[in-house]
């Protein structure tokens, strides 16, 4: 009987189960609960007691010939899954047995916008055996791992796990979480994973001057993380992202169906930068980290309201107004164009800072980094 077939029968979280079953529970033991979470990263969540998982478990080995046996479970060490395995797991592990003298780069959040692009960039920059990937839902980077990328479950949540799904792992591209009033604790979890893990160097993406009276609503968790980075006694490179050059896009989208761009920016510019861009430049980071850094990512121009307004008047072919108002009313009015409260209210704090003067530093981080120059803002609109 075909391995493969066999392993299709099932769904994925019970293939994983099967698959820890396989490597983890003694030959006499019959119950799932045994295979503690040793490999959460390897292995995918654990799906616990299951009929279905030790059967497929059970099929699994009994038609398994010896040479794929070898190749699957190595011996005298921790498990090591080549990616093209019979079983479908999302991914092969790596650990300290394999890769020796290369280096082995993460990315955590590589499902998410930023981290996705990082990941391809990673791709297109090293040996996909020394690319781990994490992620809370594996299945979404299934292409990551048929080129041969380590895919591992990962949570902030789950120190244990996290600690696990570093295993290996040297150098660490921690994307920031979108988790408001718990980034910071999840980021220190993170933080300790990657020590206790071995990591020895951790990239962190933060964002432009995070110090006490930047108005920005980020700023809290951003400035205690990178404190927390840098007292950890990793080796730590903060790049601090300006803010994404997608973000003006709405407000110029509106200004150029109304002819008018409401903003409570004032004059201050923002160093608007792409998300690709960051991700470039994130990576080329990674490749090559060395001292302790503070880079500051944005693009070559920082642009003031009046310079959108021009930029969505030359669309046009009409004057664009800038109508200029408080924090309170431009929140109001993002509300009212259908925004979430939290979103609408963190757009209203990156205005305030921009107003004051702390998103207008420009930077060659991005040529530096990623060896080009960033995208203007003009040829996303």
Not at 65 to 73: F, K, P, S, T, V
Not at 164 to 190: M, N, P, Q, W, Y
Not at 209 to 229: C, I, S
Not at 284 to 300: C, F, I, K, M, R
Request: hydrophobic share 40%; net charge negative; glycine share 8%.
């Amino acid at each position: 009987m075909d391995v493969s077939a066999v392993a299709r029968e099932f769904p994925p979280s019970v293939r994983t189960a099967a698959c820890a079953y396989y490597l983890r529970v003694p030959q006499r033991s019959e119950n799932l609960t045994d295979v503690y979470r040793m490999h959460v990263g390897a292995f995918g969540e654990l799906v616990g007691t299951d009929g279905a998982a030790t059967t497929a478990a059970r099929k699994v080995r009994q038609h398994m010939d010896r040479d794929r046996e070898m190749r699957a479970c190595s011996t005298g060490h921790e498990a090591s899954l080549p990616y093209s395995n019979p079983y479908g797991y999302i991914n092969n592990i790596t650990d300290s047995t394999t890769n020796r003298g290369q280096m082995v780069y993460a990315i955590t959040g590589a499902s998410g916008q930023l981290g996705r692009r990082a990941a391809e960039s990673l791709m297109e920059r090293v040996d996909p055996s020394q690319v781990v990937l994490l992620t809370r839902t594996p299945s979404l980077l299934q292409e990551f791992a048929d080129r041969g990328a380590a895919v591992r479950a990962a949570d902030f949540a789950d120190a244990d796990g996290l600690r696990t799904a570093l295993r290996g792992v040297e150098r660490l591209l921690l994307i920031s979480v979108d988790a408001f009033g718990a980034r910071l604790e999840k980021h220190r979890t993170a933080i300790d994973a990657a020590k206790a893990a071995g990591v020895a160097h951790v990239l962190y993406t933060s964002v432009p001057n995070p110090v006490d009276g930047n108005p920005a609503v980020v700023v809290p968790d951003h400035k205690g993380t990178e404190e927390y980075l840098a007292a950890s006694g990793l080796g730590w490179t903060l790049l601090r992202n300006n803010i994404y050059a997608e973000v003006p896009l709405r407000d110029l989208h509106e200004a150029m169906n109304t002819g008018r761009l409401v903003t409570n920016a004032g004059d201050g510019g923002t160093a608007y930068v792409t998300r690709d861009d960051c991700a470039a430049a994130a990576v080329g980071a990674l490749v090559s980290a060395g001292d302790d850094a503070a880079v500051e990512v944005s693009g070559l121009t920082a642009y003031t309201p009046y310079d959108l307004a021009r930029i969505a008047a030359a669309k046009i072919g009409s004057e664009v107004e800038v109508v200029q108002v408080d924090d309170a009313a431009y929140t109001a009015s993002l509300i009212g164009a259908g925004l979430p409260h939290s979103l609408a209210e963190l757009l209203s704090a990156f205005g305030a800072s921009a107003r004051e003067g702390y998103l207008d530093t420009i930077t060659t981080a991005v040529q530096d980094l990623a060896g080009y120059a960033p995208t203007p803002l003009e040829t996303l609109v």
